[in-house]
């Protein structure tokens, strides 16, 4: 399951205010037509990950986050654990109609 975060929220988990073990969230932006098309994908990783809690943030909620971060754009996937953030790599070959790979995604967030 995914769940939507607040900028309240998203940014108690990146500190590690809220230490829920390790997070995966997806950045995204409602006019994004990658975004939506990685939803699906998205949702079944959830699914098939059930020790990893999964969220999504709108980018439009709040500014800062990809400089903070060092990223540009949407979607973008963040790991967190314990306060450490790690953005995930823009892929080389990029999926043309949702950007990243299903394979890709499982390698990032399971440190393969």
């Keep these: 399951m995914v769940e939507r ?5 998203l940014d108690k988990l990146l500190t590690g205010e809220f230490n829920l073990g390790p997070v995966v969230i997806k ?8 975004c939506h098309e990685l939803k699906p994908f ?15 943030f709108n980018m439009e909620d709040g500014a800062g ?23 995930m790599p823009e892929p080389e070959n990029p999926h043309p109609k949702h950007w990243y790979h299903l394979a890709d995604l499982e390698k990032f967030i399971n440190h393969e």
């Excluded at 975060?5 to 929220?9: A, E, F, Q, T, Y």
């Design 5 to 9: 975060l607040g900028r309240k929220s």
């Design 65 to 87: 986050l990809e400089k903070k971060y060092s990223f540009e754009g949407v979607p973008t996937i963040l790991f967190v654990d314990s306060g450490k953030v790690e953005v």
């Design 42 to 56: 998205f949702q079944q990783l959830s699914k098939r990950t059930p020790a990893i809690k999964f969220f999504a």
């Design 27 to 34: 950045c995204y932006n409602n006019s994004c037509h990658l």
